[in-house]
């Protein structure tokens, strides 16, 4: 079963795994730490920090999540164990 | 499979048709409907249409999509396309909360409401990289499925069943009230009565068709309650800005209010994060983390991406859900503020107790309905000399925006009112807000349903049970859960209300872990996983029970934990002692007095009740890792197994017998 290349793909997809977890992590967490300086600073009217929670880490999520698909799709192909 | 694909083939490849004339008849309904209210037919007509309507369309779905086929009823046959299955998760998601109450939340509570936007948005990133793509390999109809199958036996499954129920049966309670609720209000109707109506309206989309007509409806119940939602946002942007981009023009509206509240003499600002409704900071991002890992542990969203064709489309149908989900949550935030600016600007126009039934007449008919939507000076708005006595007695000559408590729940419904909206709008909106508590209730009634008859009667109880009987079980379940979950909305109970937000901290400790080191760490064995699903759950429900219920005694077993104030410590000192020394027939009394007040200091480290997987969470991890390590690695076979659900290639790996 762990042929050189199953675990090649395995580290591939959970290497991109940890990837999207750290940008989760900020988008999630880590941005929002700084929201009062961030509200400093003003975006298109908003509290930069306020804008960054209300929509600015939504819009961060939904790209994440395409990108990811692509990617995952990618790493499939290329170790031959992408659905047909 | 010639019966199965009956219409299924044709009907996929369709789908953009039919659903695009599906939303043009919509739009044509609500543009007649807007004429038929100016030709001067009466209100109450018009709140009948657009309920009936809309769940007519529904009912015809629900029993156009009717199956016989074990696959076709419990996982929608693995057909539904990503953007479908996105859209159907969108409403089987939003719940009536979400579109009845979020934005509310957001309005009374300012930034710090936005933890709920981020913890229901964040949570699909962790559904897609971690969970949901493994499961649809692994090719379950239920999650407890896929814990018995990783765990060995049926002792896993049992606890997912139960950690199931607990989160899913309060939440589906919530639901039905939510419909009766609208429907009373509405329509008209006794609550008693509209909670059975609410019912009918979830039993027709569910019980014939089960997933697979669970699944059309939803699609179609999003596209409502996304056209209901965005209406009025734009409608209050267009008139306050002139531009109908409410999310662009949120800028202005935060600015405005921030002036305004200024004049006013407000201290804490909408947008100062971290001071309202006892959210400092560690309690605003201790929700998110609850929020989002409930999200990705809540079974009736997990079961939505068993429907996909493939594991690829499994993936993108996440990043679709996120999408359609992610139109509603940032436009909550526009429309809080259009509402707070709508009504600041009413304040500062000068409201006294003379002119309130002239400028605001809206506010005195929701406080008929129930004293407890609106009060002004501390007491019930019911109508204009009520108000003057109230205010009278305060010494408010002039009544300021501090003066005026709306309720969360009726900020969103009442918001056309507030705003000048024609009926219409309200109507609309109503309609928007069924269509977000029925489609969430199906998914949950199917989850419950599904797991009594395929995990505890299929799987534990008859194993040779023909299919036949498998789907009339299925669908007796259904009905009998969905009566229980309407008995109990009908008693109107407050406590399950407020547990709605417990489903997320529940499914939180008591699944996520055992999910994620499922495919994530191959040394998990079933021996770790149990005993880390029940102390998880236990820890959380211990704290969640506890600091509700048992608030004194957790207070005196942990108050070396607990963040409370010197005087709040005297306080519960005073109290006990007054409770002691008590006469017998006053005793109750003094009891509530300690306990309300307990209650607000019962905490490990001041995290709020609604967190508890702040603490269940990482004691699952712990527990599961630990006894993992301490016993024996898991078999060969199932170190194959989970190799084989880690890639997307070949068959599922569970094949049901369908036939």
Redesign the interface.
């Known amino acids: ?2 042929s050189p290349d ?1 675990v090649s ?2 580290n591939k ?2 290497n ?2 940890f990837i ?2 750290a940008l ?1 992590v900020f ?3 880590v941005i ?2 700084f ?2 300086s961030l ?1 400093s600073i ?6 930069l ?3 960054m ?3 600015g ?3 961060a ?2 790209v ?3 990108v ?2 692509r990617k ?2 990618s790493i ?1 192909e290329d170790h ?4 047909d | 499979m010639a019966t199965t694909t009956s219409g299924g083939g044709d009907f996929t490849s369709n789908l953009g048709r039919i659903y695009g004339i599906y939303t043009g008849g919509f739009i044509a309904f609500i543009i007649l409907m807007a004429i038929l209210s100016a030709i001067g037919v009466p209100n109450r007509i018009i709140g009948y249409m657009f309920v009936g309507f809309t769940i007519l369309i529904y009912a015809v779905i629900g029993i156009l999509s009717r199956t016989m086929q074990i696959g076709e009823y419990y996982v929608a046959g693995r057909r539904v396309p990503a953007i479908y299955n996105g859209m159907a998760t969108g409403a089987d998601w939003m719940s009536g909360a979400s579109f009845v109450g979020m934005a509310g939340t957001l309005y009374l509570l300012g930034y710090d409401g936005l933890a709920f936007v981020l913890g229901w948005t964040g949570g699909y990133v962790l559904v897609a990289i971690l969970v949901a793509p493994y499961l649809r390999k692994f090719g379950a109809y239920t999650v407890p499925d896929f814990l018995s199958a990783r765990y060995g036996g049926n002792l896993a499954r049992f606890i997912g069943v139960i950690v199931l129920f607990s989160c899913s049966f309060t939440y589906v309670v919530a639901q039905i009230y939510a419909t009766g609720i609208i429907s009373a209000r509405f329509l008209g109707l006794d609550f008693n009565v509209a909670v059975y109506v609410g019912l009918a309206g979830i039993l027709v989309c569910s019980m014939l068709g089960g997933m697979r007509a669970v699944t059309w409806t939803q699609v179609a119940q999003y596209i409502v309650l996304i056209i209901a939602y965005l209406i009025p946002a734009i409608w209050m942007s267009t008139v306050k800005t002139g531009v109908p981009i409410p999310q662009l023009m949120q800028g202005t509206a935060l600015a405005n209010i921030t002036a305004l509240e200024t004049a006013q003499g407000i201290a804490v600002n909408h947008v100062t994060p971290f001071v309202h409704g006892g959210y400092n900071a560690l309690n605003y991002f201790l929700l998110i983390l609850c929020l989002m890992v409930g999200t990705a542990s809540l079974p009736h969203v997990l079961m939505r991406y068993f429907t996909t064709p493939s594991v690829r489309e499994a993936r993108v149908s996440v990043a679709w859900s996120l999408l359609f989900i992610f139109i509603l949550y940032f436009t909550a935030p526009a429309y809080a503020a259009f509402a707070k600016w709508t009504m600041l600007d009413l304040v500062a126009s000068g409201l006294t107790p003379e002119n309130i039934a002239d400028k605001a007449g809206w506010m005195m008919r929701w406080a008929a309905a129930d004293n407890a939507l609106v009060q002004i000076c501390g007491k019930a708005a019911v109508d204009a000399a009520a108000i003057a006595a109230a205010c009278t007695e305060a010494g408010v000559t002039s009544i300021g925006f501090a003066n005026i408590n709306l309720n969360a729940d009726m900020i969103v419904l009442a918001t056309p009112e507030m705003a000048g909206m024609p009926y219409v709008i309200s109507g609309l909106v109503a309609a928007g807000g069924l269509a977000a508590a029925l489609s969430t209730a199906d998914g949950l009634l199917l989850a419950i349903a599904n797991a009594l008859s395929h995990d505890i009667y299929y799987k534990m109880i008859d194993q040779n049970a023909p299919t036949s009987r498998r789907l009339i079980v299925s669908r007796i379940l259904l009905v009998l859960v969905a009566i229980l979950a309407a008995y109990v909305a009908s008693t109107k109970p407050g406590d399950i209300l407020a547990m709605v937000s417990w489903a997320f901290s529940l499914a939180a400790a008591g699944l996520f872990p055992a999910l994620v080191l499922g495919v994530w760490w191959k040394r998990t064995n079933s021996a770790g996983a149990i005993a880390g699903m029940v102390a998880g759950f236990a820890v959380c429900l211990y704290y969640l029970l506890g600091t509700r219920y048992g608030a004194v005694g957790f207070y005196e077993m942990w108050s070396g934990l607990s963040t409370a104030s010197a005087e709040a410590v005297q306080k519960f000192a005073d109290l006990k002692a007054a409770w002691e020394a008590a006469a017998p027939d006053a005793k109750a009394a003094a009891w509530v007095a300690l306990d309300k007040h307990a209650q607000t200091i019962a905490n490990w480290w001041g995290v709020k009740n609604l967190s508890a997987a702040a603490f269940g969470l990482p004691v699952g991890f712990i527990v599961m890792i630990v006894v993992s390590m301490l016993t024996k690695e898991p078999s060969r076979e199932m170190q194959d197994f989970i190799e084989e659900i880690r890639i997307p290639k070949g068959k599922t790996v569970m094949e049901e017998k369908t036939a």
């Open positions: 079963m762990a199953r793909y395995w997809t959970r991109l795994m999207m977890l989760w988008f999630g967490y929002h730490m929201v009062g509200n003003t975006f298109i009217g908003f509290p920090g306020y804008y929670a209300a929509q880490s939504l819009i999520f939904v994440m999540l395409f990811f698909a995952q799709n499939d031959g164990v992408a659905e």
